[in-house]
């Protein structure tokens, strides 16, 4: 089993398009967790760090659920900018930053 | 821009060659974490450096080997390479337990 699962899509959603991303992690002792975006040839660049209270950043909401080591990312309101790939990531910590990242899902916002 | 820079980016080697990647951390950053990226997966961490000294390793071979310099810039080596290790090679520089901040990465070609 993959330390960090995710569904590698991909989703082809209109503009203006609700979207929802989900991922489990196998590691129960997993400290911190993201979501990264990466674009075609590009590097990985922080989307947003997720919290068990819920966060949101403008149209991004992201949630972790501990107890079922589940974490999801919601796009509301899908600009043709969102097109790009996914990345669930997780840190079990132990000092550092050494990042567990899942395959990625990819997304294409289309007109 | 994240102030992490990687040199070559792109780079074509014979199997059985060796080569060396070069990352500059970002300034004040103490911490660099390589990774490789195979086509269509998320990066795979190989190891980090803090303080010039190695701080944890992936699931990779011995032949994987780095160095960090007083500058807490670093360097990777792969020897006798191989057909799968075709990749893009990340290098991540933060403090540590901060904000990974990845550079542009380096494109391997083993033929």
């Known amino acids: 089993r993959k330390e960090v699962e995710q569904d590698p899509g991909p989703f082809n959603v209109p503009e203006g398009a609700t979207v929802a991303f989900n991922c489990t992690y196998s590691n129960s002792a997993s400290q911190s967790f993201f979501w990264y975006r990466q674009d075609c040839r590009k590097e990985p660049k922080l989307l947003m760090s997720v919290y068990s209270s819920g966060n949101e950043d403008g149209r991004f909401t992201a949630q972790l659920n501990r107890a079922s080591q589940y974490i999801s990312l919601l796009i509301r309101d899908s600009k043709l900018s969102d097109s790009a790939t996914y990345l669930c990531?997780?840190?079990?910590?132990?000092?550092?930053?050494?990042?567990?990242f899942g395959t990625g899902t990819q997304l294409k916002v289309e007109l | 821009e994240t102030g992490v820079t990687q040199s070559p980016t792109h780079l074509i080697k014979t199997r059985g060659q060796q080569v060396t990647l070069r990352c500059s951390s970002q300034?004040?950053?103490?911490?660099v974490s390589w990774y490789q990226q195979a086509l269509g997966q998320g990066p795979q961490f190989i190891f980090q450096?803090?303080?010039?000294?190695?701080?944890g390793r992936g699931n990779f071979p011995p032949r994987f080997s780095g160095l960090q310099f007083p500058n807490y810039s670093s360097e990777l080596n792969v020897n006798a390479l191989e057909l799968d290790d075709s990749a893009l090679y990340l290098c991540a520089s933060s403090l540590q337990g901060g904000e990974a901040f990845f550079g542009q990465g380096t494109r391997l070609t083993v033929v």
């Open positions: 990531v997780v840190n079990v910590g132990g000092g550092g930053n050494k990042l567990t």
């Open positions: 450096y803090y303080r010039e000294e190695e701080n």
């Open positions: 300034s004040g950053h103490n911490t």
